[in-house]
């Protein structure tokens, strides 16, 4: 099939060819196309030396370091090269430039991702689109020789496999587990994009595997649960919304990981802590009996989607099946749980006399009277209610 380009990518092409420089679309965006999924990145690759590039495209700038990339309106182009010795499993000891593209895709990691588009006719020497077609992830190669290259590859196996849906063949992942514990060298930061993105995929249950083999130990993440010979206990994880706190809380209450320390490592923020923390709350309270005690539990308000919520933890345990279906009734009901359905407003209540100060706290007064008793839920009763309330609190 055809692929399209957009203008800017199609214009790089152009003045790189003028230039006499072969150039090809590169990797996932070839990936992403013949898939018929939305391409987010367009990385070109091209037959030359950094310098000829360099002179090519005047105008573009240098990111690339040693890799001799560089970004011409924000296209990615870089010029194919070979990479040897790989000290620290993540980064190469030597680039050299040439060798032309099929020396370039000889060093990628994946199949799917080892094919180039100049514009008419896709490149594939590994049958990339074979492997497309039977929806399997496979090394570029020795898959233990991959691996071994760049540790991060072990993570960015199961990630595909969670984002495309894609099995894993059998001696790539057999590789994968014997190699999983290198992931250890790799930081933090890159870790954690990398999960970020398998956990928003449509099958993040597809760690599970990376988890039992201790490769994400270090991060704070186990595989500390037992289940079923041949059976994952993540397979509720992909009936969780693709939430990525309600996934990453999944992730740690059925893997029985350390919430604390994956936060720490992982550098989480004061808001996902908060949010997770409030999590972890619903999950101890239980499920609520009725819808009055529903509206106890969300009458401070949520800093997040309750439904989102409501569906997590029906998809981690039996005990809260009937939350969602309660929540809807709430919301179908509209009876009063929040300060936003008070019918009286802050302004109001100041011109009933009671002061900025206070406002906050005489609004969960009422909520909370509004929540027991609907009826109660009138402005000339509320202004009532709050004139004597104001004094007590």
Request: with cysteine; net charge negative; charged share 20%.
């Amino acid at each position: 099939m055809p692929i399209l380009l957009p203008p800017v990518v199609a214009q790089a092409m152009a003045v790189l060819k003028e230039q006499n420089i072969d150039s090809w679309v590169i990797g996932g965006a070839v990936r992403d196309s013949l898939l018929q999924r939305p391409v987010n990145d367009w990385d070109l690759t091209v037959d030359c030396m950094p310098e000829q590039l360099a002179a090519a495209l005047p105008d573009a700038k240098p990111i690339g370091g040693q890799y001799g990339t560089v970004s011409w309106h924000g296209v990615e182009i870089t010029p194919c090269r070979a990479e040897e010795g790989y000290t620290d499993h993540r980064h190469p000891d030597l680039v050299t430039f040439g060798g032309g593209l099929r020396g370039d895709l000889s060093r990628r990691d994946f199949t799917i991702n080892a094919m180039a588009w100049d514009g008419e006719v896709v490149t594939d020497p590994y049958h990339g689109r074979y492997d497309l077609a039977d929806r399997l992830l496979r090394c570029v190669g020795n898959p233990e020789t991959r691996f071994t290259e760049d540790a991060l590859r072990v993570l960015r196996l199961y990630r595909f496999a969670a984002t495309l849906d894609f099995a894993v063949e059998p001696a790539t992942d057999a590789a994968a587990r014997q190699l999983a514990p290198t992931l250890a060298g790799v930081s933090a930061p890159r870790v954690r994009a990398e999960l970020n993105k398998l956990l928003t995929g449509p099958r993040p249950s597809a760690v599970w595997p990376l988890l039992q083999a201790d490769g994400l130990r270090c991060f704070g993440l186990y595989a500390d649960v037992s289940c079923p010979q041949g059976q994952s206990p993540l397979a509720a994880l992909d009936a969780v919304p693709a939430n990525l706190l309600c996934r990453w809380w999944a992730l740690v209450r059925l893997t029985g990981s350390n919430a604390y320390k994956a936060a720490e490592v992982f550098d989480f923020g004061k808001t996902f802590r908060r949010d997770y923390a409030l999590l972890d709350r619903l999950y101890a309270a239980g499920m609520p009996a009725d819808l009055h005690g529903l509206k106890l539990q969300l009458m401070d308000g949520m800093p997040f989607d309750f439904a989102d919520v409501a569906e997590t933890l029906a998809a981690v345990t039996p005990a809260f099946t009937a939350l969602p279906g309660l929540y809807h009734q709430l919301r179908q009901s509209g009876q009063p749980y929040l300060k936003e359905h008070l019918r009286i407003t802050p302004a109001e209540l100041l011109t009933e006399g009671v002061p900025a100060r206070k406002i906050s706290a005489v609004q969960r007064c009422l909520v909370k009277a509004v929540v027991d008793t609907p009826e109660l839920n009138v402005w000339p009763t509320l202004a009532q209610m709050a004139k004597s309330l104001h004094r007590m609190v």
